[in-house]
């Protein structure tokens, strides 16, 4: 008897994708129409979805919303303060959180002593290492002082079929892959790091993680403009989104949430970088003005808002004759397009030249300012910088400014008063629409001013 096998020849389209920001080309282009880099589309094959085997997809099935049960699931808590804080109160089962920052920042040492944390406490943890080898990450926990934890697993692999089968096998609760940018799927042709990898295999561990319930770490790589490498849909995918902000070569690191299904995106978590890894700064006030100057114009201290957290930080304005043609304006930690509202305040309402000034801004210890409430600490700070006229050591500022140089109200005065109060500030000034509104700060041990314009603030310099 005759078998015979017909075979069809597998169809495997060619396309050209930007490494950039995953924009599809059926031919190679010099510059992305949408991104506008240049030189960023590389051809991949893809296979047509019906072909491809081993995909992981949800099997529940429909119910009525009335029936879905609204207990609070209970949040697995790692210890770390700082980072639960930001993730809104611990980990969710079955939530997947991204962490992106600049080379060197501390993506995996802050990723391994969660794991260590929550292996202490009982869990099972899968820790994935593609660009170290087991033990490479020994002697980097072992730096950290990581204890002898029964329940951290630690493996170096890249093959995501590979991986899919060690989850399948242990049934971690909590999950690291460190980084995405390494794992590949033998069934897309393209190579580690592209954009239908980095895709495609982010894809099947969110799916893992929500039909499994694990908790999924993914660490992502960062482009030289900061932003996470690879698709965009990286970041819509998973639940939250957290950076690492900061110097590389600095001590502080301050970890932000860009997204967060789960929590609020306001708030920050603040450590610094020791030889046994990182550490909660839990009185973050006290450390960013630790170093502050006496005496010195141009250095204002500004309450701000994260989230629930008051914070004091110190902004300093330099502003001196510009030996170029053309002047510059250059800010650190702070909107540059803000700046230049505030620096055009400055000179159209309280007249003061600024035309042929350079003007250099920056916020101590790595902080972004994004707070409305510190625009009237920017100006002062960059007056004081211009009259050379200190201010006053104990004093705050803070309040956000308009363009016909009104000081408008600023949110939650009492309780950034209350901060500056703990930290020995005697002088605040304020809003004075704030004074109409806040009857409890006359309770307050600081004395509080109010001003209404830019130019009743710069009056109280000293």
Known sequence: ME??????????????????CGTQSPKWLGRCPNCQDWNTYVEEHVQPLTERKGNIVFRDEPVLLHEISLEQEERWKTQVGEFDRVLGGGIVRGSVTLIGGDPGIGKSTLSLQIGSALSEKGYRILYVSGEESVQQTRLRAQRL??????????????????????????????????SIQVLYDREITSSPGSVSQVRECAAILTHLAKTKGIGLFIIGHVTKDGMLAGPRVLEHIVDTVLYFEGERYSMYRVLRAIKNRFGSTNEIGVFEMAADGLREVLNPSEIFLSERPVDTSGSVVIPIIEGTRPLLVEVQGLISRSTFGMVRHKAQGFDPNRLAMLVAVLEKRLELNLQDKDIFLNVVGGVK???????????VALASALLDKPIAFDTIILGEVGLSAEVRSVPQLAVR?????????????????????????NAQKIKVVGVETVKQAVDRLT
């Open 3 to 20: 078998v015979i096998v017909s075979t069809e020849k597998m169809k495997i389209k060619t396309l050209f994708v930007c490494q950039n």
């Open 145 to 178: 002082g990581a204890r002898k934890n029964k329940t951290l697993y630690i493996v170096n692999q890249v093959d995501l079929g590979v991986i899919l089968g060690y989850i399948e096998k242990m049934a971690p609760e909590v999950v690291v892959i460190d």
């Open 369 to 379: 300012l994004m707070d409305p409430a510190a625009d009237l600490g920017v100006i």
């Open 417 to 441: 008063i209350h901060e500056a109060q703990k930290l020995g500030f005697k002088r605040c000034i304020v809003p004075q629409n704030n004074l109409r509104m806040n009857i409890d700060l």
